[in-house]
Every structure is written in structure tokens, then in C-alpha cells.
């Protein structure tokens, strides 16, 4: 089993940053993949990004493309995700949620059908 716990979210004025962290515990192996979804009001669970084990592979949302940067750092069993240019739109909660499948261009990475294990999220609320 992997437990991840979200941490970073908070309020932030529009513009602002935000680096949301994943940490994982329990019986890991680095090579699993990692995706952040997020959830507004009234919204549906939307993909945001994912990356690989080796982090050579990534797939971010249209929506955050140039904005939002992901990264891990197995040594810590840590994801992290760097929210800039925040707008009130990327107001949710923030989860990550892990699977041991390789990722790939053919893999359903963007449903939340495709992970395995989940955080319990985090709140980001972007003021206008």
C-alpha cells in the first residue's frame, strides 16, 4: 500500500504562487507514477499533470501548460507541483494520486480510473 498526504495549498491573490507538495509513504518504489487532479465548485475531478517514475515523462492539462511545473524527488518520496500566475479559475482542492503503470502517450493517465492511490487533498483558493 502507498499512503499520499498533500500539503502547500492556502489563498494566494491572483498572480501569486503556490508549490503544493505529495509525499508518499508506505511499501514504495520510485517507479511509480504521480498525477495531480484537482476539484472546483460544482466541477467534476479535472487532470492537471502527471509525471513518470524517472520524471522523464510529463503531461500537463491545456489549462496549465506554461503556468504549473511538476518535479519529484524520489530520495524524499516527494512530488512536487509549482503553481505560478494563479488565477481564480485554479481555485479547488488539489489531489495527487499515484499507480505503479507505465506511463506512456497511450496511457489513460488523465482519468482518475487509471490511479491506484489517492491524497486526501488540499485547498487553493485564488482571490481576484
Known amino acids: 500500500q502507498v499512503q499520499l498526504v498533500e500539503s502547500g495549498g492556502g489563498l494566494v491573490q491572483a498572480g501569486g504562487s503556490l508549490r503544493l507538495s505529495c509525499a508518499a509513504s508506505?511499501?514504495?518504489?520510485?517507479?511509480?507514477?504521480v498525477g495531480w487532479f484537482r476539484q472546483g465548485p460544482g466541477r467534476e475531478r479535472e487532470f492537471v499533470v502527471v509525471i513518470s517514475g524517472s520524471s522523464d515523462t510529463t503531461y500537463y492539462a491545456d489549462s496549465v501548460k506554461g503556468r504549473f511545473t511538476i518535479s519529484r524527488d524520489n530520495a524524499k518520496n516527494t512530488v512536487y507541483l509549482q503553481m505560478n500566475s494563479l488565477k481564480p479559475e485554479d481555485t479547488a482542492v488539489y489531489y495527487c494520486?499515484?499507480?505503479?503503470?507505465?506511463?506512456?502517450?497511450?496511457?489513460?493517465?488523465?482519468?482518475?480510473?487509471?490511479?491506484?492511490?489517492w491524497g486526501q487533498g488540499t485547498q487553493v483558493t485564488v482571490s481576484s
Open positions: 508506505g511499501r514504495t518504489r520510485s517507479s511509480y507514477a
Open positions: 494520486a499515484a499507480d505503479y503503470k507505465a506511463l506512456n502517450y497511450y496511457s489513460n493517465y488523465d482519468s482518475y480510473h487509471w490511479y491506484t492511490y
